[in-house]
Structures are given as C-alpha cells and as structure tokens.
C-alpha cells in the first residue's frame, strides 16, 4: 500500500489539489476530487473530477495549477499590516499553504464528551500507528482555545484521510457521526465569534446573517447548555423517576447550578435563537444544519439583515399594545470578500480585487447598526468578517458606532483576557484604502481633491467616506477589535469585534449624498459618493420607503429625512414594522449587496444547490457567497434583468411558506396523545403546531418553546418570512387497532418529551446486547418464543400495548462505550418490534457504542417465502398501506404541510419504515407463544 502525495508546502506553485495518487486494493485508484470543497468541482484552483484507472495500474490526478501570487494583494496587506520582516514571511507562508482539518464535537455537552472519547481512545491511537512516506502521521489536535477540548485540527489533508486506506475507520467514524450531527466539520476561526458572545441559557439571540449555520448551531447549543442536567433534576423531583445519570455529590452540586441558570419552564431552556440568512436557497442549509439539533427553542428567517423586520411579543402590562421583540446578543458575521480564507478558496489567489471590499462596506454598516437598534441596552453585538481588509473591520465599526451615537452609546469590548490561549493582533487604528485600480488613498479628503479635478466628478471606484480613519474618532479604542492572521496558529484569517451597547439611541441616518453636478462640478456635493454608492442609496430609498414605521413611534424621526438629499435609513431606531405579505415582497428586496464575486469564509466559487446538504462524506457545511448573484445578493445586472418583475421577485422570496398555527390544548389529537402516552400535565400541552393554513393535524404535529409560540403567533399575517421552527414531536402513523394512538413519538421529539411519558409507555433496556439486537434487527418477532432473545425487555415488550413507546436506555455496568442514557422511539405490531430511528442513526450507534459495522438485517425481509411475519403483506394489507400511505401524502398536498426536501429527507427514512412496519399487522392474528403475562395487555 503506498501513498504518494505532493502536497503544498510550497510556496509559489499550488498542488493542493494535483496529484495525489492513492492506490486502494486491487490497485484501483480513484483521484482527489477538486480541493477543499466537497461536491461539484473545485472550490479552488482544480476541477477535473476524479476517475478510476484500470486496476493494478497507478493513475495521477492532475487539475490546473493556481500560482500563489498576487503583486497587488501582497503589496497592499505588506504595506496595511506592517509585521515585522520574520512574520511578514510566515504570514504569507501560512496564507500558501493548505489548511488543516477541523471539527468539533457537538450537541449536549455529556454527549460531545462522549464522541470525543470515542476519538481520543479508538481513534487517536490507530492513527498514531500510520506511517506514511517514511515517517508518523500526525494526529488531530485538540485547538487549545476551545472550551473542554471539544474543537480540533489535524494537518493531514482531507483527501488522505479520505482515501488512504489506514484511515478508514476514522473515515468512517467523521462520516457517520457528521451525518448523524454529532461533529460539526467547521473552520477553526469560524468557532470563535460564538466564544466570545457571553451567551447564556435563557438569552434571546439573533444571527443575521447566520447560513449555512455552523456558529448558529454553537449558539443554539450554548441556548440549551444544561438542560439536560436540569429536566432530569425536575422530572425526578416530582415523579420520583428513575431518570438519572447523577453518580457522584460533585455531579449533583453541578446540576442544581444548572437548575438556576433557567429554572423558570421546569428546567426546559426559555432562550430562543433566530437564525436568518437573506438566500432563500443558503437558508434551507441552515435549517438543515440546525435541525439536527432538534430544538424547540429556534426559528429560521428568511430576511435581508440590513432592514431586519422588528417581531411582535405580547405585552402582559397591556394586551392591546404590542411589545417588540429586543435581543441580549446579536452575531453579525456579515457577507465579506473573504480574503481571510485563501487557503481554502485557492482561486482568491487569481480573483483578489479590492472592489469587492469596497463594494460591501454599505452593507456591513447597515447590518451593523441594525443589529445594534435591535440590541437590549446592556447586551452585545459580536460582529466579524473572515476578510484582512479595514474596510470592511475597523472602519465598519467605526461608522456603526458614529451612527449610533458614539463612544457614549456603544463601547468596543475589551476582549484580551478572554480566550487567552488564542493568539491574536489588535484591530488597527490607522490605513489606507485600496481602490479597484489598485490606487492607494490615506484619507477622505484626499478623494475630495481628485473629485474636484476629476472630469466626471466621482470618487474612484466605490470609496465612501466611512471607509477611512477618522481623525475625530481617534480616541476609539479600535484596537480591542482582534484580527487573528493564519500563520499565528495555523488558521484561516478572521477579524472579530465585541461591542457593547450602553444605553439606547436614535441612529444617524446615513450621510447625504448628492448627485454631481453634470458638468462634474462637484460643488453642493456633501461627500462625492461614488455613483454606485448612490445607486445603493437608491435602491435603499425605494425599500424604505416602502417599509411602513407606523406602529413605532420611534421612526418618525427617520421619516422626516428628506429622501432627495438623505439616504434613509432603511430600518426604523428600534423596531420598523413589517407589512403584510404583498408589501413586504418589495419592502423585503436586498438593496445593498452588489459585489457578485464575493466570497465568505468557508467558501466557495460554486453555488450550492438548494438541497444542498452536508456532503455524506463529512465535509464542512459549504459556507459560502455565490459566485453568481443570490438572491440575496443581486448584482446591478441581475436588478435591471429582463426577467419580469414578478418573476425576479418570486424567485428572491423563494417559494409561499405555510403558516404555523397553534393547537388548542382541548384539539382531539392532543387529547388523544395526552392520554395514550399518559403524558403529565407538567408538560405543557399550548406548544404544539402544524404547518398549515387549516391548522389541522394531517401529518406532523410540532412542539415549540413558549416564546417560540408567542412569536410565530404575535406575527402572522405580517409577513415576517419565518420558513423553519418548532421539532417534530408526533407523526401519523397507520395503527393496528382503534385503540391504538395514530400519532407515534418521533425521534427528534423524544428527548424533549420521554420524562413526562408514563411509565406504562416505557420499557427499559439495561443491557448493552439488547440495545445492539434492536438496531442490528428491523422488526425483530417477539412471539413463538422469539421474545426470551429480546433480553431483559422480553417480558415486558409481551405485557406492552401495541403502538409507540419510549424505550428508554439505562445502561448497566462500568463500560464505558455504554454509558450514556437515551430514550428512543419503538413500536411494537402484533408480531414485532422495531426502533423507529432513521437508518444512518442507527449505524452511527452501533458504530459509536459497538464499533461495529455489521450490516442492518430487516428480519422482516428474511422471513419473506416462508413463514408469513410482520413485514409480509397479503394484497389487501398492501393495498390498505398504499392507501393510507397515499391518503397521507394527499392531506398533504392539500394542506400543504410541507417542508423543503432537504428537511424531510431523513424523516422520509422513517416515514418509508413507519408503512412497512406500522401498517402491517392489521390482518394478523395475536400471538398465541407468548407467557401468560405476555397475554394480559397493559391497556
Ligand atoms: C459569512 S456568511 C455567514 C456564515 C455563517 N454565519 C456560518 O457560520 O455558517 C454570510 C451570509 O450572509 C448572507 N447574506 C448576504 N447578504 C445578506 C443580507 N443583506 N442580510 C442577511 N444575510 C445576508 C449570505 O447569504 C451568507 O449566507
């Protein structure tokens, strides 16, 4: 077995993405795909896709080289940044090499422990034995700044990993706990933004700009940071329940701090995430991304972050006024040109332009002073950018401030004892601008002086004066900003900032701007805005104006700007109203972002499809700006396109989004579950919701936080685009007898709600083998005696009623694979059982807890030809299930009770089983082998 690889230590020839050769056994080889980006070609310099040469000959991939030099690129960060000669040459070695690999591991803190175990004593140690070229592998890193050692980095490349036979099963374990949302594979400097927010369980918070959602998934995880620790204190308070993982005093002193961070829902975590992003198409990753964390506690948003529409909250002091929704802390990790990331994004190399910042500056300063209007005075903004340009760092924050009222209103915060053992450079105080033509200006007056001589009377490219240092705002303590450099810790480039915000304020409108003269006498002209900075002002102007204040009494300031000399602000002080939904269509435009070329900074030069989802074979999200324009992000060609208007707007707004209503407790489906599950009335039963516009139960009934509810509530009808929340708590399933609860307990619902189920709907499992029997076995048969191989559960599965049941796992014993405690879905037929978990779940525990691989076996499927079981069909029980199975899926044509094909895809594995198992057993007739307890249902 060999492996040749011609990495890229070098400097000014990138191979990143040629020639690696590996030959697999048999001598098959298969070629890298094109670099760091997953699917569809290259992110960077290679395309050319990989193909199989004739075995037991050795074939090299080769793509195009992307020579890693760029005069101007050098010149103008040598001349900005001004390091010392030494780090000037390992600045730029870093930024030419490839970037190391990282994840983190995510979800509960106890389960991200335990995946990270599993690295540290399977994994580690096997990968410390390969050798390679002579020499060690090197093994992944825990990234020291990372809390608990849950982030880490290793500097073999992804497609080694990927393809060297020795990493296999590491392979295999990043695959499949990937795909199953326990690793998130995310840069590193991507990990601190959400580090730094202070965020704690309870706190209301906002992500702006938040696709394809690998920090919103940090945050939605710091939301619900010991609540596990603390349903489990609540439930065994009043039920006197088995429910516990508690071993030792200090673990007890632990959970009751838990219980005081969020004490307020029964330990159920109050704080909210909304998460939004402008692409219709990035938002659907998001959801995606974020849905494999299975919380109630989250909306996805569909709006341009610049004109952020306020949300309505109930008003408890008076009903008949709405209050507006304010956040405790707000990430603005806006659109940026991403020339942080070009060790990822190889074509950066080629394609630098300074235009891009200059072209994004508006924007970032838009969403900036939004995010701070919609602050709770007291509360933070973390804004970043994975760009190395002022223009669109400490110049954004210095507009932002000015506009919101100064130094007195918000405070830059002074971060340096925070994350210690991250190395970082302050934020700079002084720079000069890079024009599109590579020009180099030192300050706004300096464009003064060219727009006086200037034939056309414009300022070169798109240079604004926000863009340069203020002499006035000297006294800005810019240099709590951090910008941190790849080569100080082997990273990607990233620019963070923390802001503070004091005490409320009325923001400045932005400058007036006034159209030249057209003799290009500049006279009369406030500032000599560039013409496409006014074309912005434009666009902004006939969003805004379009963007009704009327129930904020705040905005009437804005309102009386006079819109031919001012550009307006496009978002009231604090809280501008949305319109209904035909409004909101225009109000809704994106205005702002012109640069089509943009990147970000897990990016790509391709846009991603809108299924797009995490590539099966572990690859980061793809966070990245289309390089064509979004929707989000329309070019000035795309605005004036010769699509129909109607069409462009459609296509901006993405699909009609079915509304969210809200079940009565008395609804019949509430009733019903309440009483088959014997669900306490400690749950609250106000929180479910369907996603359609009868507000009937055809499919899916959801569960969503109490704030989730007012929200989506308070809101509807006003065209606020909400296109994702709540958690699938129950799904319609065909029953086996009238008695039977139609509506069984989904997996993502089911640690939410098994403490409150009764004790008649729970069995459970101690033992290690049982667990492995039931994910190995679709339909295992406990009758004809099969039930003593069931383990401990036998018995008790004999007693059970039919239908859904919580399977609750409490190991046993000292193993340490098997240790965690979990509550699963399972149903049991007349005949059979079955774990009602989608099939990469059920692989990635057998992994996780057996290290094993073993194919899954669908007993049903092996009795077929001979004894007549569970999983065989006569015709009409066929024709029963395609019926049921068809009327379904026509409720939900009718009620539109949809979701994108991205979300569904993994409850489409469940719903797939749900027929073939749940539907079965309607013709056949009880067992007649079970023991005599077995006989006496439980209900
Ligand atoms: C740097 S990426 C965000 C990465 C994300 N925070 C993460 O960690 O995965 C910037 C995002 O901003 C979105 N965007 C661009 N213009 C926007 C606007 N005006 N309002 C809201 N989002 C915008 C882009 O679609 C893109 O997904």
């Not at 060790?343 to 701070?372: C, E, F, M, Y």
């Not at 210095?398 to 190395?423: F, M, N, T, W, Y």
């Not at 080569?487 to 503070?500: A, E, P, Y």
């Not at 065909?734 to 009764?758: N, T």
Request: hydrophobic share 35%.
């Amino acid at each position: 077995m060999r492996l040749e690889v011609l990495l890229t230590r070098q400097h000014r020839v990138c191979h990143s993405f040629a020639a690696i050769a590996v030959m697999g056994r048999g001598g098959k080889f298969k070629g890298n795909r094109g670099g760091g980006r997953g699917r569809g070609g290259g992110r960077g310099g290679g395309r050319g896709g990989s193909r199989d040469a004739a075995p037991g000959h050795r074939a090299y991939q080769t793509y195009p080289d992307v020579v890693k030099e760029h005069k101007r690129l050098e010149q103008y960060y040598n001349d900005l940044l001004q390091l010392p000669e030494e780090e000037t040459v390992e600045f730029w070695a870093a930024l030419k090499r490839e970037l190391p690999n990282s994840f983190r591991f995510c979800g509960s803190k106890g389960h991200a422990l335990a995946v990270k175990r599993l690295l540290q004593t399977r994994y580690i140690p096997e990968i410390t034995r390969i050798t390679h070229d002579g020499g060690h592998v090197e093994p992944p890193k825990p990234v020291p700044w990372y809390p608990d050692s849950l982030a880490w980095s290793m500097t073999t490349p992804k497609n080694v990993v990927r393809k060297f036979p020795p990493f296999a099963a590491f392979q295999k374990f990043l695959v499949s706990e990937t795909s199953v949302g326990n690793i998130s594979r995310q840069e590193v400097v991507s990990m601190i933004p959400p580090l730094l927010m202070d965020l704690r369980p309870g706190m209301v918070v906002l992500d702006m700009c938040a696709a394809p959602g690998s920090k919103a998934a940090q945050l939605l995880e710091m939301i619900h940071r010991g609540e596990e620790a603390r349903i489990r204190q609540v439930v065994r308070n009043f039920t006197g329940s088995s429910i516990s993982t508690i071993k030792t005093e200090g673990e007890l002193e632990e959970e009751a701090a838990q219980l005081e961070a969020d004490p307020s829902d029964d330990g159920r975590a109050t704080g909210i995430l909304i998460a939004n992003d402008a692409d219709y198409k990035r938002s659907h990753m998001l959801i995606h991304q974020l849905k494999r964390l299975s919380s109630p506690n989250m909306i996805v948003t569909n709006h341009d972050a610049t004109m952020y529409p306020s949300l309505r909250i109930p008003n408890p002091q008076d009903p008949s006024k709405p209050n507006y929704l304010k956040f405790d802390r707000i990430l603005a990790d806006v659109p940026c040109s991403g020339d942080g990331t070009l060790r990822k994004n190889v074509n950066l190399w080629k394609d630098w332009n300074p235009g891009s910042a200059l072209g994004l500056h508006l924007t970032q300063v838009r969403i900036l002073v939004r995010a701070l209007q919609m602050l709770k005075p007291g509360g933070r903004v973390v804004y970043s950018t994975c760009s190395m340009n002022p223009v669109e760092n400490e110049s954004v924050i210095a507009a932002a401030i000015e506009r919101c009222g100064g130094s007195e209103k918000i405070e830059i915060v002074d971060c340096h004892d925070q994350l210690p053992l991250l190395k970082r450079k302050p934020g700079l105080k002084k720079w000069q601008i890079m024009d599109k033509s590579g020009r180099m200006w030192s300050s706004w007056e300096e464009v003064e002086e060219f727009i006086k001589t200037s034939e056309d009377g414009l300022a070169p490219g798109r240079l604004v004066d926000t863009m340069f240092p203020k002499p006035e705002a000297a006294d800005l303590p810019l240099e709590r900003c951090m910008r941190v450099y790849a080569h100080q810790q082997d990273t990607g480039g990233f620019f963070i900032t923390v802001l503070h915000k004091k005490s409320e304020f009325k923001a400045k409108p932005e400058e007036a701007r006034k159209q030249p003269a057209a003799n290009g006498n500049t006279s009369g002209r406030t500032n000599g805005t560039t013409k496409r900075a006014m074309d912005d002002q434009d666009d902004t102007e006939a969003a805004a104006k379009k963007l009704k204040t009327a129930e904020d009494p705040s905005t009437a300031d804005n309102e009386t700007v006079s819109a031919d000399t001012v550009t307006p602000e496009p978002v009231a002080d604090s809280v501008p109203e949305v319109q209904p939904s035909s409004e909101v269509t225009t109000a809704d435009e994106p205005v702002t972002v012109e640069e089509p070329t943009v990147v970000s900074e897990e990016v790509s030069n391709d846009e991603p499809a809108a299924e797009e989802k995490p590539t099966a074979d572990g690859d980061e999200m793809v966070d990245a700006m289309p390089a064509e324009p979004s929707a989000a992000t329309p070019s000035a060609e795309t605005q004036s396109s010769e699509k129909p208007e109607t069409e462009r707007k459609k296509k901006q707004q993405g699909p009609y989004e079915e509304p969210f209503k809200f079940l009565k407790p008395s609804h019949e489906v509430i009733k019903n579950v309440g009483e088959f599950y014997k669900i306490s009335e400690r749950f609250p039963s106000d929180r479910y919701m369907v996603r359609n516009a009868l507000g009937e139960p055809a499919k899916a009934v959801y569960y969503t936080s109490g704030l989730v509810r007012d929200i989506l509530v308070f809101n509807e009808g006003r065209g606020v685009k909400f296109i994702h929340g709540g958690v699938k708590m129950f799904v319609k399933q065909d029953a086996p007898s009238a008695d039977v609860c139609r509506w069984r307990i989904q997996s993502e619902g089911m640690p939410i709600l098994h403490g409150y189920v009764g004790e008649e709907r729970v069995v459970v499992l101690t033992k290690k083998e049982t667990l492995r029997r039931l994910l190995v076995e679709m339909f295992p048969k406990f009758t004809d005696g099969e039930w003593e191989k069931l383990g401990e559960i036998g018995p008790r599965v004999c007693s059970l009623g039919l239908g859904c049941c919580v399977l609750r796992i409490e190991p046993e014993g000292d193993d340490e694979d098997f240790n965690e405690h979990m509550a699963l879905p399972l149903w049991k037929s007349f005949q059979s059982l079955n774990l009602m978990l989608p099939k990469e779940d059920r692989s990635a525990m057998l992994l996780r807890i057996f290290n094993d691989t073993t194919p899954l076996i669908n007993m049903s499927n092996q009795k077929q030809g001979g004894n007549k079981t569970d999983g065989v069909q006569t015709k009409s029980e066929d024709a029963e299930v395609k019926t049921e199975a068809n009327g379904d899926a026509k409720a939900d044509e009718l009620n539109g009770d949809v979701e994108t094909k991205a979300v569904e895809d993994s409850d489409k594995m469940d719903v797939d089983e749900d027929i073939s198992e749940g539907s079965v057993p309607l013709a056949v007739p009880p067992p007649t082998s079970e023991p005599a307890e077995a006989m006496v249902k439980s209900e």
